[in-house]
């Protein structure tokens, strides 16, 4: 069972927090990451949070890619390549 | 007996059917034909109107009744509307038939019947004839109500599923999966900083307005149950034509695209109640598209792909990572995954 | 939408597909093993944007997929039984049971039609709400899903055992990944250069619990996300770990995958379940592969509080979804595939479940 999806926690009470995801609001059960924070980011799977999201990884991985655009992009400039170009 | 809920009684045709006919429905929609309340509303077609009439009809089911943006009555008033705007018919008188459950509110049901009107003045008809039922509890959710619609056809007019063309412009007037996600959010108690409200309207007006702006109109649909996906669908397949929509271009609110990443839905299938598709010749397009964006209730509208002679009766998508799928029609209901 | 957006970026996937392309020398074949995996490739295309040296087979990650007919035909049965209100996912509702045609109906939807309360739930949670709501009703959960439900499963039934709730129990048809995915390896029917590790499963049981494809097979896994970046990711490090000919299982999921796992949500998972050989739709048999409540939760066991007879498991005819799950066969290769077997009317489990190979094939069929 794969679908998990990543929401803001917005306020906890005791075993349930609040979660929003872009604006939409859900009620679930924080038994298994009982060291979840206000303002942190959990998984959501079948109405629990099942991982607090590490947002310096989530970061980083994302950062590698906008390191590469850079790169890439003056790469492709200096082969005379459009960036926009279809990818097949 | 209650006074303020429906009885059996409201049912059986003798004095309680009477008055509640007229202290509820008469007395909302009220206009010459249906106050006369004679066993058959009789008009004269107009000398101005065309020969060609448009006749639809529908039943609406829907709970709850009550929803954000609109109810069951609302609903039932511009299903029909829509269904003969879509042939491109000025809808000109309603029926609305009621199946009441004993025991439902009369609170409920002037609500309905007062949202009703209300919507049937906006859209310029009127509800000339109806009919009232009583059943047990529990042989009804409520209320059901049957609509049946008719309205005129101008000469010209050709719009049909079957008359999309190669090179032809695919719209849709406004963002997908309101509907849908306003009812199974409301169901499943997911809040809303901006609370999501169906897009229940009715399209006549708008579609009036793209007409004057160019007539050449191929195909119109509102794409209600089974989404968008499934009206694409349907014209590919009524046409024999392939259709091409780039995802990218289709408007999707943020709201519904979290809402369906939450509940394990996909918004191409889910119910629009206040959104049309219209096939256009391509040299229409921007015509009416302008039309369509001037007018409220196509405000958003935008071309979201092309009518294709290739993959006849698919409908294919353009990912917004480039690639190309199929989108396939609703097979059964949408079931929300959890996998 | 924070997390999700930003993995579904068009640029950042242009350019992993690059890498790929250039780091490819030879063809490889690479298991995603989660059924999640081959929904969100079909979904985004990601098969027609790869180089054709690299190739993708399904794996038996369908928890749907692979419950055992059998199983399927007992919590028909046990729908059926008076007083009883069956809660499921969803995705549970048109998976085809062995009882073809026979009068309990081939699936819960049909059941329901035919007049058993089955009800459609988000969350083990709901159902306990459906308990606590109809003290005079038996609710029972259909407990399907891997090692990502199994600790919300057993969240629910240590709060059904808190709350004194007397009128809820559990089906369990949990099952564990490593177990089969050693099995498919076991059975030598397809050569994999590498695997793709299921994300959220992974969360639960830390990367480590994959070591051993490394280790004793010898072939690479890298854990994977379920955005088209984290999975491009994923499938670029097991191409580098092929071409390095170093085996080596890789976290391309950082953000929430870690070396152990979610121990606290193990822990919950042990207290409540013990391991026990289970059957597998395509797989049969696979040692200590499935979770049962302990004889302390016998109360809340529905196996234990419900006798119900059904039959072996049985295949419909020609149907191929076993040899689908295992990654020996393609949806296309199934001669029943598009033609008998659709998704409005499926004959076998990989057509019924969204994330089925057959299903995401017709739905997202390339084109």
């Known amino acids: 069972m794969c679908l998990a999806v990543p929401a803001r926690v917005l306020s906890i009470q005791g075993h349930e927090a609040e979660v929003d995801l872009s604006g939409v609001r859900r009620v679930i059960s924080v038994v298994l990451t009982p060291e979840v924070g206000v303002g942190d980011y959990v998984l959501i799977h079948s109405g629990f949070a099942i991982n607090v999201l590490d947002q310096e990884e989530a970061e980083e991985t994302l950062k590698l890619f906008r390191e590469l655009d850079e790169f890439t992009a003056t790469m492709y400039q200096q082969q005379g390549h459009s960036a926009s170009d279809e990818v097949h | 007996m209650s006074n303020d809920t429906i009885v059996l009684a409201h049912g059986s045709g003798g004095r309680l059917t009477h008055n509640l006919i007229r202290d509820v429905f008469v007395r909302h929609f009220s206009n010459p034909m249906l106050n006369a309340q004679d066993d058959a509303a009789i008009w004269t077609p107009r000398p101005s109107e065309a020969a060609r009439l448009a006749f639809s009809t529908d039943s609406y089911v829907v709970q709850p009744i009550f929803f954000p943006g609109g109810d069951i009555g609302k609903l039932a008033v511009c299903g029909t509307v829509n269904d003969l705007a879509m042939v491109g018919a000025q809808p000109l008188y309603l029926s609305a038939s009621f199946i009441l459950e004993e025991g439902l509110p009369l609170a409920d049901l002037e609500r309905i019947v007062a949202s009703m009107a209300a919507t049937a003045h906006e859209a310029g008809v009127e509800i000339i004839a109806g009919d009232t039922k009583v059943v047990d509890r529990g042989s009804a959710d409520q209320v059901f109500i049957s609509t049946a619609g008719v309205g005129v056809v101008p000469d010209g007019i050709a719009i049909s599923g079957a008359n999309a063309k190669p090179g032809d412009l695919v719209i849709v007037s406004g963002p997908i999966g309101v509907h849908g996600l306003a009812i199974m959010s409301h169901r499943e108690g997911l809040q809303f900083s901006f609370p999501l409200a169906s897009d229940c309207a009715p399209l006549n007006g708008l579609v009036t307005a793209m007409l004057r702006a160019d007539t050449q109109i191929h195909c119109l649909r509102d794409p209600t149950r089974g989404g968008l996906a499934t009206t694409l669908n349907e014209i590919a397949g009524q046409s024999e034509v392939g259709i091409e929509i780039d995802e990218a271009e289709v408007p999707i609110p943020e709201s519904v695209q979290a809402a369906c990443e939450l509940l394990g839905l996909d918004p191409f299938y889910a119910a629009n109640e206040g959104k049309l598709v219209a096939v256009v010749a391509a040299e229409a397009g921007t015509a009416i598209l302008d039309a369509m964006q001037s007018h409220p209730y196509g405000q958003a509208a935008a071309v979201i792909g092309r009518v294709t002679s290739t993959h006849r009766s698919r409908v294919v998508l353009r990912t917004v990572l480039g690639a190309h799928r199929i989108l396939d029609m609703l097979t059964g209901a949408q079931l929300p995954r959890i996998c | ?367």
């Not at chain 3, 928890?63 to 995705?91: E, K, N, Q």
């Not at chain 3, 048999?285 to 007879?309: I, M």
């Not at chain 3, 295992?326 to 008998?340: I, T």
């Open chain 3, 1 to 367: 939408m924070k997390y999700i957006d930003e993995f579904r970026n068009p640029d950042a996937v242009r350019r992993l597909l690059e890498w790929i392309r250039e780091r490819s020398t030879r063809p490889v074949q690479l298991m995603e093993f989660c059924g999640g995996h081959t929904h969100a490739v079909l979904k985004y295309g990601l098969r027609q944007l790869l180089p054709p040296a690299v190739r993708l087979l399904s794996g038996p990650g369908c928890p749907v997929c692979v419950t055992a007919s059998s199983d399927v035909d007992r919590a028909i049965s046990m729908a059926h039984l008076p007083g009883v209100v069956m809660s499921t996912f969803g995705d549970m509702m048109r998976v085809p049971g062995s009882s073809v045609g026979k009068a309990s109906g081939r699936s819960l939807q049909d059941a329901k039609a035919q007049g058993a309360d089955v009800r459609m739930v988000y969350s083990t949670l709901d159902a306990l709400s459906i308990s606590r709501a109809n003290p005079d009703r038996e609710v029972i959960f259909l407990g399907i899903g891997f090692e990502t439900t199994a600790p919300t499963v057993a969240a629910a039934v240590l709060q059904a055992q808190a709350e004194g709730l007397e009128n809820f129990s559990v089906l369990s048809l949990h099952k564990l990944t490593p177990p089969a995915t050693k099995t498919i390896l076991d059975a030598g029917e397809v050569q994999l250069s590498g695997i793709i590790g299921p994300g959220h499963v992974t969360t639960i049981i830390g990367s480590d619990a994959w070591e051993f494809l490394a280790l004793d097979y010898g072939i690479s896994c890298s854990i994977a996300g379920f955005e088209p970046v984290d999975i491009l990711q994923a499938i670029y490090f097991l191409v580098d770990s092929i071409e390095k000919n170093t085996p080596a299982v890789r976290n391309a999921y950082r953000r929430t995958v870690h070396a152990e796992g979610n121990l606290v949500a193990q822990r919950i998972m042990q207290r409540v379940f013990e391991v026990r050989d289970a059957e597998w739709r395509g797989l049969g048999n696979v040692p200590n592969s499935g979770l049962a409540l302990r004889d302390e939760y016998a109360t809340f066991d529905a196996s234990r509080r419900f006798a119900v007879e059904v039959g072996p498991s049985a295949e419909p005819k020609g149907c191929r979804c076993g040899e689908v799950l295992r990654g020996v066969a393609e949806p296309s290769e199934c001669p029943l595939f598009a033609r008998v077997c659709s998704p409005e009317h499926p004959i076998g489990p990989c057509m019924v479940s969204s994330e089925g190979a057959c299903a995401a094939h017709m739905q997202y069929g390339e084109a």
